[in-house]
């Protein structure tokens, strides 16, 4: 076994593979650029390193070099699925703990990857070429993807001919960001379908073996957000089946290491089912296949790549009870997903043990700054159960555990996304998330406020007068005369409009500080609340609401005539228009990028382009005004 393994990503994947190597007794190398400095797995990293970019090979290579590491483990994403790294690593003498580079490179090219399977006699999605899918037959819809790379980045649905150029265009470019290769192919897009996925394991001597499968239907603009195993409609035949089938090709592909199979499954009948996809390497929902098979795969990653053998055979595999995972991310359900960032104020963490509570794989901590450089997942959690039913409510109560401050994110809506009538019977399928949007939380803004006034008065009420404290910038009523009998308050929470709420003195009464930004209210729970500058944050039960005093004369209405404002952070991409430029509403004029993911705005109304603030390679914050489109009359 190694002495030291270098890994060559960042935040929860690195933690985690820190976890197994201080378990072995591995040193652990991190390297980190300039943005995650501080970031929790620098820290409890044995060593860590600087580096200029994770997509940068050479300098992968020469931390490798300069901290003596025995190994590379490239985690999930950057340059995991780069055959190049793999031999750059053997040509220094570094053991890639992956597959061979012949195999990486085969399972990575998506159409090369089909042919192995169908030569190995698994169904494969039809493909076609740029001529086929423009010919008036071509079967629309069709999937524009990336030729590398994985991860649901570099993919665009067209649904007709007149949608191939812009979808062809926007998947090269997002392909090119996230894995430095902008082929794409054309394949058949399945309306309702299953994700069903196999977790292989295999050594260098020739054995293979399947763990099982997960169910990762239940996504978003191709991005898994609720995984779990086994799937809720295979049965035993089928898992045989499709375990006998990511096998047989991964035999074809001469491959080693950790590897899943992925599959697109008719949603009524996923016996009819067919190839996708290699990722030729560990996945983000790994932990599900870990908890029904007591494995630890990235310790079989590290035994593999030191050239041991399979400790055990396909007949020693067994599968027990039912994991779930749910994938925490830093995007705004109620405007489509979009990425989000600022700075965690405060976390509460669910915990216990796995068997009881939740498994938590994260990458952050209070002070954390959550940028749009990088992916957007923050942390995952995950349970185990006997069956399906208690794992469903278990994962349901971790989330309610936890709560993030700071930063909106999907935690509360994936509480939401577990309560639906489908998610409960497994009756899953892709287009699930798209269908039934984002539902509104089980708080409405006037609950919100009224609650956020009640925690603004008793903070306030409870914290200790000290030097400088000015009493005419609080909060709480407190009037030269004492405090007054109640308050008003004028609160908008989001960027939606104002709400009014009045908290009479007996409604204070009902609030109880229990630790600093920790309060409980009466028939209400515990309630958190962090400020950050003029934005109050306050959680409960996984939920959480940015709040911000607002002025009779700050109201602005929402959906400003002819105004676009950035609905998220990130990076202007292109800008489509000029000003003084006649557009219809719907016409593309600003393209931004946030996370590899990019977002076309379009003019709210038809008319004249008047003003236009920002040029391509401009960082915008989320509302920051982007153009102004004066109305036609």
């Known amino acids: 076994m190694f002495d030291s393994v270098l890994i060559a990503n960042r935040g929860e994947i690195a933690r985690r593979v820190i976890r197994t190597l201080d378990r072995l007794g591995i040193d652990s190398i991190a390297v980190f ?33 300069r901290a003596g590491a025995a190994a590379l483990h490239p985690g999930y994403g950057f340059l995991s699925e780069n055959p190049a ?59 524009v993807k990336a030729a590398a790379g994985g991860g649901g980045r570099g993919m665009r649905v067209a649904r007709s001919a007149d949608e191939l150029d812009d979808a062809l265009a926007a998947a090269r470019r997002e392909a090119r960001g996230a894995f430095g290769d902008d082929r794409v192919f054309i394949e058949r897009f399945l309306g309702r379908a299953r994700h069903l996925e196999v977790q292989l394991i295999a050594d260098a001597r020739g054995a293979v073996v399947h763990l099982g499968e997960r169910e990762c239907s239940l996504q978003r603009r191709h991005q898994k957000v609720i995984e779990e195993s086994p799937s809720p409609v295979v049965d035993a035949e089928l898992r045989a089946r499709l375990g006998s089938e990511a096998v047989a090709l991964a035999r074809a592909a001469g491959y080693a290491g950790a590897g899943t199979v992925e599959f697109i499954a008719d949603f009524d009948d996923p016996a009819e089912h067919y190839f996708l996809e290699v990722n030729a390497r560990l996945q983000v929902e790994h932990p599900v296949t870990e908890l029904v098979t ?21 007949s020693d595999v067994t599968l027990r009870g039912h994991a779930i995972e749910a994938r925490i991310t830093a995007e705004d359900p109620s405007r489509e997903f979009l990425p989000t960032a600022g700075r965690i104020l405060a976390y509460d963490r669910a915990g216990g043990s796995v068997s009881g509570g939740a498994r938590v794989d994260d990458a952050i901590e209070v002070g954390t ?58 009756e899953l399928d892709t287009g699930l998330i798209e269908r039934r949007g984002a539902p509104a939380p089980p708080i409405d803004d006037p609950g919100v406020a009224h609650a956020a006034a009640m925690l603004l008065v008793a903070n306030s009420a409870a914290a200790p007068p000290g030097a400088g404290d000015d009493p005419f910038a609080r909060v709480d009523g407190w009037r030269l005369g004492g405090r007054r009998a109640g308050s008003h308050w004028r609160l908008s929470v989001g960027a ?138």
């Open 369 to 426: 700054v959550v940028g749009t450089a990088y992916d957007s997942l923050l942390a995952k959690l995950i349970v185990h159960a006997d069956d399906r039913e208690t794992a469903l409510r278990r994962l349901a109560h971790a989330l309610a555990q936890t709560t993030i401050l700071g930063v909106t994110t999907t935690t509360g809506y994936l509480r939401g996304l577990l309560a639906d009538p489908a998610v409960l019977a497994g």
């Open 85 to 143: 790294l793999a031999r750059a690593c053997e040509a220094a003498g570094i053991i890639f703990v992956g597959p061979p580079a012949a195999a990486v490179e085969l399972m990575g090219d998506k159409l090369r990857a089909k042919e192995v399977a169908r030569q190995a006699g698994v169904p494969v999605v039809p493909v076609f070429t740029e001529a086929q899918a423009r010919a008036s037959a071509a079967p629309y819809p069709l999937l």
């Open 294 to 314: 007591g494995l630890d795969l990235v310790e079989l990653q590290l035994r593999v790549a030191a050239g041991e053998p399979l400790p055990f055979a396909q």
């Open 496 to 633: 939606r409009q104002p709400v009014e709420v009045d908290v009479p003195a007996a409604d204070v009464a009902l609030v109880h500080r229990s630790a600093p930004g920790r309060f409980r209210i009466d028939q209400r729970g515990d309630w958190l609340l962090a400020t950050d500058g003029e934005v109050h944050w306050i959680g409960h039960n996984g939920y959480a609401w940015p709040v911000r005093q607002v002025s009779a004369g700050q109201a602005r209405s929402a959906d400003a005539d002819g105004e676009l404002r950035a609905p998220m952070p990130g990076q202007v991409l292109l800008v489509r228009a000029a000003v003084g430029d006649t557009v219809s509403a719907g016409d593309p004029l600003v393209v931004l990028e946030s996370m590899k993911m990019e977002l076309v705005l379009t003019a709210p109304v038809d008319g004249s382009v008047t003003e236009l603030t920002v040029a391509p390679g401009d960082t915008v914050t989320v509302d920051q005004p982007l153009a102004r489109v004066e109305a036609s009359s």
């Open 33 to 65: 650029t300039e943005v995650d400095a501080g970031a929790p797995f620098v820290r409890e990293a044995s060593r860590s390193l600087p580096i200029g970019s994770y997509l940068d090979l050479e300098a992968v290579i020469e931390a490798c070099r």
